[in-house]
């Protein structure tokens, strides 16, 4: 293609300043550019937007059309008009190499057809499991009844064994100082306190159980 003709294929920017939309035809076709936009024609139709554009400026300005034939406006005009022109760049036609090296080439198919599949096991989780609520609410104490219909405190003590501890609790601080016990002991039952036999079995038994020795109840 000649360096001429292949100019008319050059792109040009244009850039509409008006503030209505510009609408030129070429062979019938409408083309827009929209107000404050810019597009981009071959230069043979930029040529023709950019003299209807310039006839419209120009009436716009005038419309008496004085201005038609002034060329210095013209030229102002169509200079803020055409913003750009790059060079046409003529497509390059492959090599024969080049077309038997595509011809060859596997296709889309025939290469996911090739590629080694890979299976991944479909897993499904297991439901949650769902935990019982711990019941915080007030735990009944079963009764034993006698034939009286009244527990005795060995049945409650055997029905709950927490009502037995309970109770030697509340015995037990009803138990003097182990320290009052042992002065009792060397006081009042005047037993031999230097004696480390003595001191190791009375060390040994709990405070019920030394009160329950000495005797300090009754």
Same mark, same amino acid.
């Given at each position: 293609?000649?360096?001429?003709?292949? !100019?008319?294929?050059?792109? $040009?920017?244009? &850039?509409? *300043?008006?503030?209505?939309?510009?609408? &030129?035809? $070429?062979?019938?076709?409408?083309?827009?550019? @929209?107000? !404050?936009?810019?597009?981009? &024609?071959?230069?043979?139709?930029?040529?023709?937007?950019?003299?209807?554009?310039?006839?419209?400026?120009?009436?716009?300005?005038?419309?008496?059309?004085?201005?038609?034939?002034? @060329?210095?406006?013209?030229?102002?005009?169509?200079? /803020?008009?055409?913003?750009?022109?790059?060079?046409?760049?003529?497509?390059?036609?492959?090599?024969?190499?080049?077309?038997?090296?595509?011809?060859?080439?596997?296709?889309?198919?025939?290469?996911?057809?090739?590629?080694?599949?890979? $299976?991944?096991?479909?897993?499904?989780?297991?439901?949650?499991?769902?935990?019982?609520?711990? %019941?915080?609410?007030?735990?009944?104490?079963?009764?034993?009844?006698?034939?009286?219909?009244?527990?005795?405190?060995?049945?409650?003590?055997?029905?709950?064994?927490?009502?037995?501890? &309970?109770?030697?609790?509340?015995?037990? @601080?009803?138990?003097?100082? /182990?320290?009052?016990?042992?002065? *009792?002991?060397?006081?009042?039952?005047?037993?031999?306190?230097?004696?480390?036999?003595?001191?190791? /079995?009375?060390?040994?038994?709990?405070?019920?159980?030394?009160? %329950?020795?000495?005797?300090? !109840?009754?």
């Amino acid at each position: 293609m000649a360096e001429e003709a292949k !100019g008319i294929y050059n792109q $040009v920017t244009l &850039f509409n *300043y008006d503030n209505e939309d510009f609408i &030129f035809r $070429v062979d019938s076709i409408p083309y827009i550019i @929209k107000a !404050g936009d810019q597009r981009n &024609f071959p230069k043979f139709m930029a040529a023709l937007a950019t003299k209807h554009f310039v006839d419209k400026m120009m009436i716009k300005a005038d419309p008496e059309g004085k201005l038609l034939l002034n @060329k210095e406006k013209r030229l102002d005009a169509a200079a /803020r008009f055409v913003i750009d022109e790059q060079p046409f760049e003529e497509p390059k036609l492959p090599t024969q190499e080049e077309v038997i090296e595509s011809m060859n080439q596997p296709s889309d198919l025939e290469q996911a057809l090739s590629k080694p599949k890979t $299976v991944t096991p479909l897993t499904t989780a297991p439901p949650p499991v769902k935990m019982p609520e711990p %019941d915080y609410g007030k735990v009944e104490t079963p009764v034993i009844e006698n034939t009286a219909g009244v527990p005795t405190p060995e049945q409650l003590a055997k029905a709950n064994p927490t009502v037995e501890k &309970f109770d030697q609790l509340e015995e037990e @601080k009803k138990l003097p100082a /182990r320290k009052e016990m042992m002065s *009792y002991a060397k006081d009042v039952l005047k037993l031999d306190l230097s004696n480390e036999k003595i001191v190791k /079995r009375l060390d040994s038994m709990s405070d019920k159980k030394l009160y %329950d020795e000495l005797q300090m !109840g009754k």
